[in-house]
């Protein structure tokens, strides 16, 4: 009979107990490790999410790049695993001095998985960093929105924050139609698998635009100044710029009050060139016709005030007259034939009295009278008392002249089969035409002279008008703007230049109307992008421009013009 003996149980009794101990202590410990250390595959999700999304490239019409993705490296951190905080914060500010020390040393002190060190460091930078060989510091590859073209189209195109997302232009409406959402969606977008989104720019056309108006802002002293070409018939603006501008790489002036996108931002009376817009009224109500005479004797009562022409003839004017001599007094009486309320109809038919939307997120509300009484009708006639944006007025001259469609401005390509005859119509045939032949004839007799280039039967107005300070129009401060419709039988491009305060020249007697600033510009413009954009030119005048107006009688409006009329 075998016998157990105290001492012994006692002995087995306490081997057990530590084993069990041994195996507590080691759980409990793995345990405490794996709270405290932060699992790795959370910190990079984190890190991923942090990181700058991809975006579509941008390009032109013809393919080129205008915005494009590029890969950088950014510097972060995972603060529970940094050992030495202080000792951190000072190698890694002494290697990056813009990092401010004190910021740096609060981000490591905290219990966050992750925090962004420097976003976007130079490969030496990295280099450097890595040679630390610091514990809990990483890097991370983003993606950095990048401008090959500097300025050009600056306005249209936007830019984006560090973190990639769009904050203006195209850029933002890009994030609008839903990009954002797929990222925030966690949707893997990558620029491999992101088709290229194309604009409506050319961007030579662009390119020749920009250095023109650089150089006429220049010669004529101006505060700023804007340029566009539209395609009338598609409504795609293919060229344009508004300076001063920035550059979207580095977006800080963007932020300037004088860097505003003056075609769809700034709003301003555009001058005589809404004439063409009364014209076009007139004509389409059947209140005149091309033969129709205005009576222009003398100026003209309006409230307690007086309507002046710039050059009186003080007397009849036939309705091409009134606008070849771009009198006030005649385009005036015109409007009074349709009525308050008939002008009123005509401009919100034509998009003028309610905000344009385009792509471009930045656009204005229209200047609009509080009470439209009979003496507004007379001062809008002629382009005061009414601002809207320039692209704005652009659209309705484009209107009026490509056969009465009222084309909405695009910044994006639209396809080849793009019909204008789905858009509205808002004159008739034979209104534009007339209004054609009206601005060949002013290119070629009227206010319009020095942008009709040689080969490319151009129509044309000019603007001036005076800028409204401390609530009362300045008679040395000007808004000059010019447009020409290239070629005016056929009309393909509408050419826009506005400048805001342009100076006068001695050799041009010192005037700073529209014709001499905004009009040379303009011509210049024409001589050197039509090429560009396709538009060969003819020096043999077109026999029968204008057949329409031909067969309802008007045989004058094809047959050469008598010189007269003069330029403001």
Known sequence: MRSTHLSKSTFRIRLVAVCFAALYLLFVGRLAYFGLKPEQHSVRREASEAASAARPDLVDRNGEILATDVKVMSVFAEPRRIIDKDEATELITAILPDV?????????????????????????????????????????????????????????????????????????????????????????????????????????????????????????????AAAAILDVNTGEVVAEASLPDYDPNNPTDALKNNNINRLTVGVYEMGSTFKALTIAMALDSGKVNLNTRIDA????????????????ENRPLSVPEVFTYSSNVGTARMALMVGVEGHKAFLRKMGQLDRMRTELPENAEPIVPRYWSEVSTMTIAFGHGLAVAPLQAMMAVAAITNGGYLVTPTFLK????????????????????????????????????????????????????????????????????????????????????????????????????????????TGRLIERVSPILGLEPHLDLPVQPFPLLARMGYGFANTPAKPGAGEH
């Open 100 to 224: 401010n020390a004190h910021e740096l040393r609060e981000k490591l002190g905290s219990r966050k998985g992750f925090v962004w060190i420097k976003r976007e460091v130079t490969p030496t930078q990295q280099q450097q960093i890595f040679r630390l060989g610091l514990p809990g510091v990483g890097f991370m590859p983003e993606n950095k929105r990048v401008y090959p073209n500097g300025p050009l189209g600056a306005h249209v195109l936007g830019f984006t924050n560090s973190d990639n997302n769009g904050i203006a232009g195209i850029e933002k409406y890009i994030d609008g139609q839903g990009l954002a959402d797929l990222h925030g969606a966690g949707f893997n977008l990558t620029p491999e698998n992101l088709a290229p989104i194309a604009l409506s720019l050319d961007m030579r056309a662009t390119h020749a635009l920009r250095d023109e108006l650089t150089h006429g802002m220049e010669r004529f002293q101006a505060k700023a």
């Open 297 to 312: 004797h003398g100026p003209l009562h309006a409230g307690h005030g007086l309507i002046h022409d710039y050059h009186p």
């Open 414 to 521: 639209r396809p080849a089969e793009f019909d204008k005859t789905t858009a509205p119509r808002v004159v008739r045939p034979e209104t534009s035409e007339s209004l054609r032949y009206i601005l060949r004839l002013n290119a070629e007799i009227g206010t319009a002279k020095k942008a009709n280039i040689p080969g490319y039967f151009v129509g044309g107005k000019t603007g001036t008008a005076e800028k409204v300070i401390g609530g009362h129009y300045s008679k040395t401060k000007l808004f000059t703007t010019f447009m020409a419709l290239v070629p005016a039988d056929k009309p393909r491009y509408l050419f826009m230049t506005v400048m805001d305060e342009p100076q006068g020249r001695p050799e041009d007697g010192h005037y700073a109307t529209a014709a001499y600033n905004s009009g040379w510009v």
